[in-house]
Every structure is written in structure tokens, then in C-alpha cells.
């Protein structure tokens, strides 16, 4: 990541019409042990991509060195959080009972609504962790529905040079079982050497390509690994271009704009201060609206303090139009 390559809101001006380039930035996830993971949304430039409102890419990491994933029981409200691998397995378990293991090319999406709280741990066979951990804010309508987990394994679709894998929503004639609450589009892309692959896209949603490995123009912008490329609404297809020598890989994300402004803080997302004020005191009072992780050999995660200041609700600026017929 080169600090060179944006300006201070982490977005560069692009050579494509209607594409921002939004780089990532370093955080510690988890506690002592933390795994640095490469944090592309939220940020200054942009909130939120359609519903799509969080987007961390961790790896590959060498368990050996690092230690891997071990997240201890921690909470969340008003969201979906989504998980997806490249390489490694995670064992999750939740307090709905759920008790699963996320594999390369395989689904895991919890619903957290009014309260949820969860743990996630690299299995012990793991040497290599490698994936994306994406959260989808709900809209005021179901912010308080209940829990839910799914699991899914979609199947490869091969068009034009490509291997695409659609976890949520629909491109590229095939269609994901799993429900969402907005409109969405999630998928795995994995482009050939020197592949150019045009997909039809809803011109309704806005779109985020996150690259994962390698090099790839997305409508002629040219987008480094762990760089986030967004374009805004209006456009009816996209070309993806691998130039080099071996196989890129990217995560494409999408949905109709969120017109809601959202609270999201450590784990919460909510409409107002007080929606995180509330829930971080149930999740310190051990309130049974998160409920209790089975299993788990640690304590909970406990809450960080409150800013000084009342947390403001955040949106987008309108997307931009795309030109495409």
C-alpha cells in the first residue's frame, strides 16, 4: 500500500468514468493476539457500498508466525456479517446454537439483528489463513430481527476466461439461495492470464471490486492487490481485464444505494448515539439480548469506551452515474 497513491479522503481520481480507487488501511482484529487484517471500507471517502457497510481482507497469513484467528466472544447489532475464504478453515460458533466451519468457497452468513454475539478461531489444521470478512447493514425495517445463520456452497461458473462463484444475489445467469434483506450481489472472481471477461450488471446497484491477487483493470482503471475499485450506478456491464502472466482474483460486491444514515461503532450499527450507547451497556451487563457462546475456552470481549463526542450518522455522497448502455 503505497501512501503516495491517494489523496487524504484514501481515494484517487481514476482514468475510468466513474471509478474511485479506495485503498485499505492496517487494524488489529481481535485482542493480545491480534492478526492485522487490511480495512477497505468504511472510510472517510465512502460509507458504504450498497448495503455492503464493512470490508476486511486478511492474509495469507502463516499461522505459525502469527498464530491466526482466535476472536473471542464479542458482540453485534443491526447487521449481516458475511464470511468467505481463500485458504485455511475458521470454526465459528454463535449464541442461536450455530456451530460451523467456513471453508474456501463456502458461505457463512449470520444475521445479527437486535443481538447476536459469536467467536471465531482458525482450526488447528490451518496453516495458511486467507479471506474477507464483509458486514451488510439492515434497514431500518429488520435492524431488530432475529437471529439467523446460513451456510452455502455455490457452484463455479465459467464464462469468458473466468471462474465466478456468486454467494449472494445473482450475476452471471446464476442465482444464490440465500436471502438478504436489500438487494446485493457477492461473488468470487477468478480471471485467467491475460483473460477479458464483460459481465452484465443491474444498473440499479452501485459496485465494489475488492483485488485479492494480482493485477486488474476494472473499466480500464487499473487496481493493485487489497485496493477497493467503486463505481457508482447506471452501468449495465463491467470489464474486468487480467494483464499479467498469471490468475487474478477479486471479490465483487454490489447493491442499490443505502439511502439510510447509519451509526456503525466497534461492533454496532445503529441509527443514533443512543442505539450504541444502549447496546454496549447490554453488552456489558451480559444482557440476554446477545445471548451466550457454548464452547469457547476464554472470556468475552469486553466493550472499548465510548468517544467523548455523540456519534454522528454517517451516509454517501449520491453515486456517481455510469455511461454505459
Not at 444514515?261 to 466497534?266: A, K, N, Q, S
Request: hydrophobic share 35%; charged share 20%.
Amino acid at each position: 500500500m503505497s501512501p503516495a497513491h491517494t489523496d487524504p479522503a484514501g481515494r484517487e481520481p481514476a482514468p475510468g468514468a466513474g471509478v474511485e480507487i479506495l485503498t485499505p488501511r492496517d487494524v488489529p482484529l481481535g485482542g493480545p493476539r491480534a492478526m492485522t487484517v487490511r480495512r477497505t471500507l468504511p472510510q472517510r471517502a465512502r460509507t458504504l457500498i450498497g448495503a455492503w457497510c464493512f470490508i476486511d481482507h486478511y492474509g495469507p497469513d502463516d499461522v505459525a508466525e502469527s498464530g491466526g484467528m482466535d476472536v473471542a466472544p464479542h458482540p453485534h447489532t443491526g447487521l449481516q456479517t458475511v464470511s468467505w475464504l481463500f485458504s485455511g478453515e475458521i470454526e465459528h460458533r454463535d449464541s442461536l446454537g450455530s456451530h460451523a466451519f467456513v471453508r474456501p468457497g463456502e458461505l457463512n452468513l449470520m444475521t445479527g439483528g437486535h443481538g447476536i454475539s459469536h467467536t471465531e478461531v482458525s482450526t488447528p489444521g490451518t496453516t495458511t489463513l486467507h479471506g474477507v470478512q464483509l458486514w451488510v447493514a439492515l434497514p431500518e425495517e429488520h435492524r431488530n430481527t432475529g437471529r439467523d445463520f446460513r451456510h452455502h456452497v455455490p457452484g463455479a461458473v465459467h464464462l469468458d476466461g473466468a471462474v465466478i462463484r456468486v454467494f449472494l444475489g445473482s450475476l452471471a445467469g446464476d442465482t444464490s439461495p440465500v436471502p438478504a434483506f436489500t438487494p446485493l450481489l457477492g461473488a468470487e472472481i477468478v480471471l485467467e492470464p491475460h483473460a477479458t471477461t464483460t459481465l452484465g450488471i443491474d444498473p440499479a446497484f452501485e459496485h465494489g471490486l475488492l483485488v485479492d491477487r494480482g493485477r486488474i483493470r476494472l473499466d480500464g482503471t487499473p487496481l493493485r492487490g487489497s485496493e477497493l475499485g467503486y463505481t457508482g450506478t447506471g452501468n449495465r456491464t463491467m470489464t474486468l481485464v487480467n494483464e499479467t502472466d498469471a490468475p487474478a482474483r477479486a471479490v465483487l460486491v454490489g447493491g442499490t444505494p443505502f439511502e439510510e444514515r447509519i451509526v456503525m461503532w466497534w461492533n454496532f450499527v445503529g441509527r443514533s448515539h443512543e442505539d450504541i450507547v444502549e447496546a454496549r451497556r447490554e453488552w456489558e451487563a451480559s444482557s440476554d439480548r446477545f445471548g451466550h457462546v457454548e464452547g469457547y475456552p476464554g472470556d468475552r470481549i469486553p466493550a472499548p469506551a465510548l468517544p467523548n463526542a455523540a456519534l454522528a450518522p454517517r451516509g454517501n455522497p449520491s453515486p456517481p452515474k455510469g455511461s454505459t448502455p
